[in-house]
C-alpha cells in the first residue's frame, strides 16, 4: 500500500441496531404527528363547544326574561281584574286653563 492511502476504519455498528433506530424514530415522529392533529381536534371540539354554551346561554337570558314579563303581565291582569278594572278603547285628555286656579305658576 502506499502511504498516502489509508483505509478508513469505522466504529462496528450493527445494521440491525441502525435499523431497529430508524423505525424507532419514524414510529415515535408518527405518534408526535397523531398527536399534535389530536390535539387541534379537541381544540377546535372545545371552541365549538364553547361558542354553543355562549349561545344557549344567550337564549336562556331571553327566555328568563320573557318568563318574568309574561309572569308579571299575567299578575298585573288578576289584581287589575280583583279592583273590577276595565279596559279602555280610548283616552280623553282635559285641558287645563292658565287662569284656572288649580294650575301651577
Same mark, same amino acid.
Request: with cysteine.
Given at each position: 500500500?502506499?502511504? @498516502?492511502? #489509508?483505509?478508513? $476504519?469505522y466504529p462496528l455498528v450493527s445494521h440491525s441496531i441502525l435499523l431497529i433506530f430508524c423505525f424507532v424514530a419514524a414510529f415515535l415522529l408518527c405518534? +408526535?404527528?397523531?398527536q399534535v392533529i389530536s390535539y387541534n381536534q379537541k381544540e377546535i371540539l372545545i #371552541? &365549538?363547544?364553547q361558542q354553543k354554551i355562549s /349561545?344557549? $346561554?344567550e337564549n336562556n337570558k $331571553?327566555? /328568563?326574561i320573557r318568563f318574568l314579563a309574561d309572569g308579571f303581565s299575567k299578575k298585573v291582569d288578576a289584581l287589575a281584574r280583583e279592583m273590577?278594572? /276595565? @279596559?279602555? &278603547? @280610548?283616552? +280623553?285628555?282635559i285641558s287645563v286653563l292658565d287662569s284656572a286656579v288649580a294650575a301651577n305658576k
Open positions: 500500500m502506499n502511504n @498516502r492511502t #489509508k483505509a478508513v $476504519s405518534w +408526535h404527528f397523531f #371552541k &365549538d363547544c /349561545e344557549l $346561554s $331571553s327566555l /328568563e273590577n278594572f /276595565e @279596559r279602555t &278603547d @280610548r283616552i +280623553h285628555y
